[in-house]
């Protein structure tokens, strides 16, 4: 087990260096630093004293990969891809355009994005759950069809409009709710109310579909048969069999998006005004910070694979079949 | 030497929508060769609910392809010369709705602007009210007719559209007699019991409420704005309908890209293995570990900024929307291929197994030959597959992105633009709801009838995966 752990997180440090060099190339080499200050400063009247000078500032004043005028080792650190791609390996992100330090703001920004992702995770799950079980419950019966098709239309609703509708009706139409906010603390509870809602429900469609599969398949199998056979009501085959069974392929699904957490929601944040990393991300986006997009999609992608590692440890742990070699 | 009335013009993403169309047309046409493709396509036009999706999402398909044909009109004065606007087929078919603007934003059907206006009246006195539209119902003299002369339009129309549906109930009749060599009455029993092989009930029905809809929309068109206006007054339902071809665009030429690099990469994966399944392996690994839209909004901004530094290389506004739209669906392309290339990759491990393809390559039949005639004939369904199921997702990632700011160009008329718009307009007091109900309802239009579609046509193919019994 140790080993096999230990070779799959040597098999994520290529991966890790692969996403390095991609953002890299896209920052960078497709584009010079030079373009990156002039679209600072405006493109206007913008002189070749100016550009350096910004450059200097933020730290764009180097060769990309190799410095022939340096000595020995600094031939290759006093470079842009080591200060400003390689350091992120080490977790070391860097400053935004703007001189903050990336990885306080980062630390800082987790706790409102942990604060709105973790129960809308378990709130959703539960949800889409229950949900399927009852529409599995039913299998077979118009009312099936009709919650599978209702399942169909609510995926093909763009997030914005439930998002764009609930804050409407619910807030501005029903005064239940505030529009958007933010306040840490326990006073600060009610701002969670609209993103988990809309969180929860815009998830139903895809959940429920999701979820229905994997216990209609689980509720095919042999021992259903059996468990039926010998007389156990439909509710119990479903509560006690079923859903155990069918407890191994959620959890590792579940598992494998935990790490994505910190991430935050995207839209989600930038709609309720939550100062996470999901805001985070769409403001850099849209003032054109590159430093800290590309500290997002690093730690993106360290988050993604550490989801798989967890994954593949939940597996052994959740199914002694399960052997990794 | 005579001169052209119109000059054509073709947008690269013309272009590419055409090329679709045209690949699609033939991948189907090739299908038909393929007995468990054929027997799909039987399963799908039995099925009611595909057969109505298919009739919905005709209507996009035309438009987007009307949308797609651009020229330059003659000048009038100068012959030979055209002039500098690009128009495309669609454009001149709505002139009237395109033209017919108002000052500023108005409601649905209504006769009077949203916002007040400060008029002089003839006595000099000066009052602040809600001024009668240039066009949306100026044929009124008496406001208060505004109800009976919309139920006076609607009637006809609604007689219009039954006719259509009675009209093509008709055909299809006819064409069921002629084929089962059954009476007409028999015939027509059958259709209205819905116990015909291909589910033409559910098509008729579905053509039916598009035509009434269509008739009615269009009635009321010639004098009204049915849809609103927007703030700087066009027409609502005029910018609905152009939004449908960069939606429709997003959602097929992304594939473009995405399906070839798939396709390549994951065969030659799975067929070859060795190194090039470890490097392809390793550069959708590399890939799928970037979060989507952080990727997709990496490259888009790189875009800009190449774009910013050569604005002298992209003439006009147009061209430049349209290269950003381009653009766009390439890098959709670039990271949208990964799911379906793991697919085939797997699918290609399980059939170089296979003994037809092992007796190939004991006849000594070339690699390519092989690929070609006995791998990519069992993949086709596949690649069908995905490419229905990713177009709504692709779609309603436009509206995302777009929103985001990495999307299609702010000039570029499409549903995330009018959703970002309309956003603040609900804010306002009263509320502007029209804009994002007319998004809302397109879009819906598009995507619903394309995942009922993708839904049935995976029961169809894959019996496993579907969960239906």
Known sequence: ???????????????????????????????????????????????????????????????LLYAPEANGVRRFTDTLFYEKSARLLVLDFGHADDGRDIGRDIRQRMGPSLAIAVPGLILGLLTNITLALGVVFVRGSGLERAAVFLAVVGMSISTLFYIIGAQYLLAKLLNLAPVSGWQDGWAGLKFLILPLLVGVVSGIGGGLRWYRLLFLEEAGKDYVRTARAKGLAEGAVLGRHVLRNAAIP???????????????????????????????????????????????????????????????????????????? | MTAWPVQPVVLTTDLMLWLIVAAASGLLWRARATPRLRAAFGQLARRPVAMASLVFLAPYVAVALLDSLHFRPALADTPGAYGPAVESVLDRLLTPLRERTEKTYSAPLALHSFARETVTADDGSVKRVFPRLAHGGAHLADTSARGTDIARRLLPALAVGLAVGAALSGLVCWRLARRSGLPLRAAAGRLLRGDTDTAWRSALLAATLLAVTVAAVAALATAYHVLGTDKVGQDVLYLSLK????????????????????????????????????????????????????????????????????????????????????????????????????????????????????????????????????????????????????????????????????????????WGNMINTARLELAREPAVWWSLAAAFTFMLGLVLPANLLADALRDALDPRQGGKH
């Open chain 1, 1 to 63: 087990m140790t080993a096999y752990l230990l070779r799959r997180l040597l098999y994520a440090v290529p991966i890790l260096i692969g996403v390095n060099l991609l953002t890299f190339l896209l920052f960078f080499v497709v584009n010079s630093p030079d373009d990156m200050a002039r679209l600072h400063l405006g493109n206007k009247h913008v002189t070749a004293d100016a550009i350096a000078t910004w450059k200097r500032a933020h730290g764009y004043d180097r060769p």
């Open chain 2, 243 to 414: 939004s449908i071809r960069t939606g429709v665009i997003i959602g097929s030429a992304s594939l473009l890209l995405a399906l070839p690099l798939a396709v390549l990469l994951g065969t030659a994966a799975g067929y070859f293995g060795g190194r090039v399944d470890d490097l392809v392996q390793y550069l959708y690994a590399t890939l799928n570990a970037v979060p989507g839209v952080l990727l997709i909004a990496a490259a888009v901004l790189t875009l800009d900024l190449y774009m910013d530094q050569h604005v002298a290389a992209f003439a006009g506004v147009q061209q430049r929307a349209d290269l950003r739209l381009t653009a766009l669906c390439l890098i959709l392309g670039a990271t949208g291929w990964i799911g379906l290339c793991r697919l085939l990759r797997g699918e290609a491990l399980k059939l170089r197994e296979l003994e037809y393809v092992q007796s190939a390559r004991a006849l000594g039949q070339t690699q390519w030959r092989i690929v070609t005639r006995h791998l990519w004939p069992n993949l086709t369904h596949l690649v069908l597959l995905t490419a229905v199921i990713d177009f709504s997702g692709l779609v309603l990632a436009e509206a995302v992105l777009s929103y985001v700011g990495v999307g299609v160009d702010p000039g570029t008329v499409s």
């Open chain 1, 250 to 325: 959620i959890l590792t699904g579940v598992v494998a998006v935990i790490p994505l957490l910190f991430m935050g929601g995207l839209l989600t944040e930038s709609f309720f005004a939550i100062p996470g990393l999901g805001s985070y991300t769409i403001d850099a986006i849209q003032s054109q910070d590159f430093s800290i997009v590309r500290a997002m999609v690093f730690l993106g992608a360290l988050l993604y694979l550490l989801g798989l590692l967890l994954t593949d440890i939940s597996y052994t742990l959740a199914d002694p079949r399960v052997r990794l070699q």
